[in-house]
């Protein structure tokens, strides 16, 4: 049997030079490597041409670049295309290019599944299975610009999976993604969508003060966010805000909340009214999006007329707020449904 190569992307150019110098090579090979690696996109040690053949035969026994694999490609009449991406356990994860203008955003899986199950969603009704390594949440980002040969300018963490339940890994990942030796995106243009898990976010603030954050509260009511955010039940709303009101003061940006329309669930005027009082004071930014249906769920989006009202009483009442339509109908927009209808079917 074949002895399990170890992912390079989970590595830095320091731990890389350090393990070069102990296999006798010049420490500068880790930063000609990298280059390789995510400026040039080579998928294999071999034709990394400005290395000695025997490192490179060395690197391709101990290392492999990227052992994730498209098995899948759904592309929308928007332009925006879903990935469901293999990973060498044979698991999958979704992730997603979403061209706008000259710029590309990739939204990108945390974990394969999700542990906090909420029940509108795809990916929270498949279970949880594990948490991605760094190298699995690079190697999403490096294979879409691979695909697409170009450049990725910003990332969201909005696939499947709770990135600040995957936190070490996602600190690691983000190092690579963020570093100008790795995929060079800005950590402004970097955004973390979390439904809150507020000892985190406080860490978040102290390790990473540039990202950007979203924050999906789904309903201001707490015993409905405990039906459809079931973490709250763990983190209430109270500690969530509480959290959120420090988080703000310490980075000094505005952090945008998340809120998917359900019909009758949470789209009610009352709801509308409620959540104006929660926010009030806050230095946030409201998203409304209309729900996108599951097959076999029961949530359904409200209609335009009602969405246009929630708006409205937002708006009227001093809140920064637009509707986010999200990208990608045509193509099972929702979270973890290409994963749910194709990955599973697949054993994947
Ligand atoms: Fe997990 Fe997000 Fe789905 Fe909830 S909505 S189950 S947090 S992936």
Redo the contacts with the bound molecule.
Sequence with gaps: MEAKRTAIMNFTPKDLAALLEDWGEPTYRAQQIFEWVYQKRADSFETMTNLPQDLRKKLAQEFVVNSLHVVETVSSSDGSRKFLIALADGMSVETVAIPHRDRLTVCVSS?V??????P??????AGFKRNLEPSEIVGQVWLVAKQLDRRVDNLVF?????PLLNYDNLCQALLTLNAPWGMGIGARRITI???GVPPVILKLAEDWPELRLAV?LQSPFPEVRDYL???NRVYSLRSLLDALKIYITRVRHRVTIEY?LWEGVNDRIKDAYELVKLLRGLNVFVNLIPGNRVDGLPFLPPSPARVKKFYNILKENGMEVSIRLSRGQDIEAA??NLYRIHGLERGL
């Excluded at 509108?120 to 009704?125: E, L, N, S």
């Excluded at 909005?158 to 709770?162: K, L, N, Q, R, S």
């Design positions: 974990q599944g999700c542990p906090v199950g909420c509108f969603c795809a990916t929270g009704q909005m696939g499947m999976g709770e969508s979390t439904v999906s955010v079931p973490l998917t979270c973890g």
